[in-house]
């Protein structure tokens, strides 16, 4: 089974950005559809961002236009550019498939978006 593995992650002012990326163990983001999501204290897990197979990408309002995805097929990673950070994108962020696999939640990276 492929695991992920998140970084990137950190404390960050309100305004600023993050890159954070998601390393596979193996060749995952070929054939499948790929998701970031966060998950707030006290808050569901949920997906902010979408990348298909065929690099198709979509987003929650709630960042759109403020975030990107990407991935790098050949590295086995992929990434989520954060900016015009807000404090309510305060999480933790986590990569899996879209739709995700239970038993493919890795730790995740926390984002503290704050002054």
């Known amino acids: 089974q492929v695991q992920l593995v998140e970084s990137g992650g950190g404390l960050v002012q309100p305004g600023g950005s993050l890159r954070l990326s998601c390393a596979a163990s193996g060749n995952i983001f070929s054939n499948n559809s790929m998701g970031w999501y966060r998950q707030a204290p006290g808050k569901q897990r949920g997906l902010v961002a979408f990348?298909?197979?065929?690099?198709?990408?979509n987003y929650a309002d709630s960042v759109k236009g403020r975030f990107t995805i990407s991935k790098d097929k050949i590295k086995n990673t992929m990434y989520l550019q954060m900016n015009s950070l807000k404090p309510e994108d305060t999480a933790v962020y986590y990569c899996?498939?879209?739709?995700?696999?239970?038993?493919?939640w890795g730790q995740g990276t926390q984002v503290t978006v704050s002054s």
């Open positions: 899996n498939k879209a739709p995700p696999i239970a038993g493919s």
């Open positions: 990348i298909s197979r065929g690099n198709t990408t």
